[in-house]
């Protein structure tokens, strides 16, 4: 009797850890089956420096997701985990020097950098070596070095950008990172203009906006005809 009931169980028992066990590999199989390509996707677009709690999240709906817990992945997790870090190590690279230089404009922004207190450094050393210049001329050389700076700032950010865009890549698609630099370049121009509306001492300017997005588009060409030209020595 007790073996006739334990074989009518028995089947249950299976059909139970068949229903289980699908659910369980959908949860954990998901990283498995997707990972690669949803990596490959977010180093392309640039975003393979995410935290791990976001990729845990992303991955396999995990917010506590270590990046020791990639070992749930399939043989060989090692050298993938191996790979999303010289991933994250690779976007670093190329976007810590646009972060790092965000920040010296928008330092630069400051009414530190207003131009009451320019001119306090820059009308000395324009007397220095121009003694009898007007206070008119003093102060159209003031404006213009202020101009210039605008544009410098946002010339090597664009540099910068594109270098970030292309990320190391052989492939001709300059034009395509100069457009995504350039459009950063503008966006950045006008919020941070805006924030110099709110900054005692300075002022918010389409001129400067303008002369922002200029050399950020100057940045553009240059980095564009660079590219073109390398691609021409390596014969593609």
């Known amino acids: 009797m007790e073996n006739h009931l334990r074989t009518l169980n028995q089947p249950n028992q299976g059909q139970g850890h068949s229903n289980i066990k699908p659910k369980l590999d959908k949860i954990i199989r998901f990283p498995k089956l997707e990972s690669s390509r949803f990596l490959a996707r977010v180093h392309q677009m640039g ?72 001119r306090s450094f820059i009308e000395p050393v324009i007397r220095f070596f121009l003694p009898a210049i007007s206070p008119h001329a003093v102060g159209v050389i003031h404006v213009l070095v202020r101009k210039g700076g605008h544009l410098a700032e946002f010339f090597i950010l664009g540099l910068l950008l594109f270098r970030a865009f292309r990320a190391g890549s052989a492939e001709n698609h300059g034009w395509r990172w100069a457009i995504r630099a350039l459009v950063v370049v503008a966006v950045y121009a006008s919020t941070d203009e805006f924030h110099q509306s709110f900054v005692p001492g300075r002022t918010a300017s389409l001129i400067d906006v303008f002369i922002d997005t200029s050399g950020g588009a100057l940045a553009q060409l240059i980095s564009f005809f660079r590219v073109e030209r390398l691609n021409r020595l390596a014969g593609k």
């Open 47 to 118: 975003l393979a420096f995410v935290l791990p709690q976001s990729l845990g999240i992303l991955l396999a709906g995990q917010p506590s997701l270590r990046f020791s817990d990639l070992s749930c992945w399939e043989s060989g997790s090692s050298e993938k985990a191996w790979w999303l870090k010289m991933s994250i190590h690779r976007n670093l690279k190329y976007w810590l020097p646009v972060a790092i230089w965000m920040a010296v404009v928008f330092w630069m922004s400051t009414a530190r950098f207003s131009a009451q207190n320019t």
